[in-house]
Nanobody, 132 residues
Framework: EVQLVESGGGLVQAGGSLRLSCAVS????????IGWFRQAPGKEREGVSC????????YYTDSVKGRFTISSDNAKNTVYLQMNSLKPEDTAVYYC?????????????????????????WGQGTQVTVSS
């Protein structure tokens, strides 16, 4: 079974930065797409950014383009989300999830909750709070 453990969340002032990490226990990292999702109180969970372990292609939702960067260290089976210029509206619980690249061949279309469930795996989430 795939296990994911997020870390790096916290409280930061608007304009600040945080780096989230997601350690993924998989035998072959390249067989998976990894995504970062977030859920704010009273809102649906949304896809923030995804990366393909197979070819390194990435996707960002419009609201974070130019501010967030997703990257992976395949040797460490770890995916990072560098978040800069944070805004109060970025406040949410951030989750990382993994799904076989078979189900996520095209990230712009597949970086969504529906692709990563029910065939994917999810971490427990980490809280990010951005104060104004």
């Amino acid at each position: 079974e795939v296990q994911l453990v997020e870390s790096g969340g916290g409280l930061v002032q608007a304009g600040g930065s945080l780096r989230l990490s997601c350690a993924v226990s998989v035998f072959t990292f390249e067989d998976y797409a990894i995504g970062w999702f977030r859920q704010a109180p009273g809102k649906e969970r949304e896809g923030v950014s995804c990366i393909s372990g197979k070819d390194g292609s990435t996707y960002y939702t419009d609201s974070v383009k130019g501010r967030f960067t997703i990257s992976s260290d395949n040797a460490k089976n770890t995916v990072y989300l560098q978040m800069n210029s944070l805004k109060p509206e970025d406040t949410a619980v951030y989750y990382c999830a993994a799904v076989s690249v078979i189900f996520a061949r095209s990230l712009p279309e597949e970086c969504r909750v529906g692709t990563f469930t029910p065939m994917g795996y999810w971490g427990q989430g980490t809280q990010v709070t951005v104060s104004s």
